[in-house]
T-cell receptor, first 114, second 108 residues
């Protein structure tokens, strides 16, 4: 079975631009979470979606938004990019967005903002 | 979510057991202990999780103390491919709260 997939693998943008990152969960998983990992730090939670509804939001500005589609895939959007948004963006999926559900991560999208 | 404390780094000889400690003295009764690892620039990989009892799977064993204030992840026969950052996470809600983790270096 295919794992969590993310696209694109790498992306280079300039300050002020907008970016959209995509994630496809493991088949049968209805929950998707997004994390940001800045170099040298652990991943930080951004959003969780379950059945197209936002279930949780981390401490990120409103420039960050996300949505989940009927097929449970998800997009993360970041507006007005800043240099500090350069990071590895990780998507994780699980079945039911429950505490006991294991989250499985994709390979990530490396975003570089110049 | 409770905070965890892990040593910044550890070394292990190839073929020997790697024992990675984690302190979580403020853990609540309904919070699980999860372990993930991350090999350079890849997405975190799930290893194992537990609540109270010790757990074992094909990758590792998780030993949780009776008071649940600490745990140890055991890789029984470490290989060079086990070199990674290992994260111990106490999870009470839907999100995972990562700390800095332990850099495990397996040496030949």
């Amino acid at each position: 079975d295919a794992g969590v997939t993310q696209s694109p693998t790498h992306l280079i943008k300039t300050r002020g631009q907008h970016v959209t990152l995509r994630c496809s969960p493991i088949s049968g998983h209805k929950s998707v979470s997004w994390y940001q990992q800045v170099l040298g730090q652990g991943p930080q939670f951004i959003f969780q979606y379950y059945e197209k509804e936002e279930r949780g939001r981390g401490n990120f500005p409103d420039r960050f938004s996300a949505r989940q589609f009927p097929n449970y895939s998800s997009e993360l959007n970041v507006n007005a990019l800043l240099l500090g948004d350069s990071a590895l963006y990780l998507c994780a999926s699980d079945r039911l967005a429950a505490t006991t559900d294991t989250q499985y991560f994709g390979p990530g999208t490396r975003l570089t903002v110049l | 979510d409770a905070k965890t404390t892990q040593p910044p780094s550890m070394d292990c000889a190839e073929g020997r057991a790697a024992n990675l400690p984690c302190n979580h003295s403020t853990i609540s009764g309904n919070e699980y202990v999860y372990w993930y690892r991350q090999i350079h620039s890849q997405g975190p990989q799930y290893i194992i999780h537990g609540l109270k009892n010790n757990e074992t799977n094909e990758m590792a064993s998780l030993i949780i103390t009776e008071d649940r204030k600490s745990s140890t992840l055991i890789l029984p026969h470490a290989t060079l491919r086990d070199t990674a950052v290992y994260y111990c996470i106490v999870r009470g809600g839907n999100k995972l709260v990562f700390g800095a983790g332990t850099i495990l270096r397996v040496k030949s």
